[in-house]
């Protein structure tokens, strides 16, 4: 018989992956009596590598003439993206908020007896000749066209909206996406003539990172 409770097995690799990082550190203070500056545990599930051997090879990237141009280029296209970005995001939140409110709207009010607002005004009136009751035709109403509507915004949640398996592959794509996106800061500022002290990578629990220190 199979049970319904969900496999531990993940959050056990967790926990042994972290405690045996964990310990080795411990034991590198044991013995070598001192930490390295380039790995560092900064918390128990948080590890940080830092190096500044790339310092020089930012700068002359950024510097070059011809890479200049593209550079210029690119962030000055990244201003216009990022503005029209700024706008849709916007309103795709806004229409995610309207439809998890329609659906919060449906639920609570299917939670409440059936009431015809409409009786008290008829009886104010003066009677309630020719009034048939509220209106019950197929279509439906507002909320519920909203709420069943396809949803904008997908929240991504291991196991539920992104299958388990695919899980080393979002956080490879997270991994060199931030390692791109931190370069693009490390040039940025370079072309700024700010000098870059270092640069490096992190694991902060299961989520991968990068960093650029200025």
């Known amino acids: 018989m199979e049970s319904s409770y ?13 405690a045996l990082v964990n310990l080795g550190f411990v034991l590198a203070r044991l013995v070598c009596r001192r930490t390295s500056d380039s790995v560092e545990l900064v918390s128990p599930l948080h590890v940080r590598i ?9 700068e002359a990237i950024a510097q070059s003439p011809r890479i200049a141009r593209v550079l210029d280029g690119f962030y000055a296209a990244g201003v216009l993206v990022g503005v029209a970005s700024m706008v849709l995001c916007t309103g795709l939140l806004g229409i995610a908020a309207i439809q998890i ?13 059936s009431v015809d607002l409409w009786q008290p005004l008829v009886a104010l009136a003066g009677g309630s000749a020719g009034y048939a009751g509220p209106a019950e035709g197929p279509e439906p109403r507002l909320g519920r066209r909203l709420a069943g509507d396809a949803q ?18 979002y956080l490879v794509a997270l991994a060199a996406c931030a390692v791109i996106h931190e370069l693009g800061h490390a040039c940025a500022a370079a072309r700024a003539r700010v000098p870059m002290r ?17």
Do not use: K, M
């Open 101 to 113: 409110a329609a659906a919060i709207g449906i639920r609570a009010g299917a939670a409440l007896p």
């Open 50 to 58: 830092t190096t500044r051997a790339l310092n020089g090879a930012v």
């Open 152 to 169: 904008v915004l997908q929240p991504i949640i291991p196991g539920v909206t992104l299958p388990a398996g695919h899980l080393w592959h």
């Open 198 to 214: 270092a640069c490096g990578v992190f694991l902060l629990g299961i989520y991968p990172g990068a960093f650029v220190e200025l």
């Open 6 to 18: 969900p496999s531990l097995l993940p959050v056990l690799w967790f926990v042994g992956a972290w």
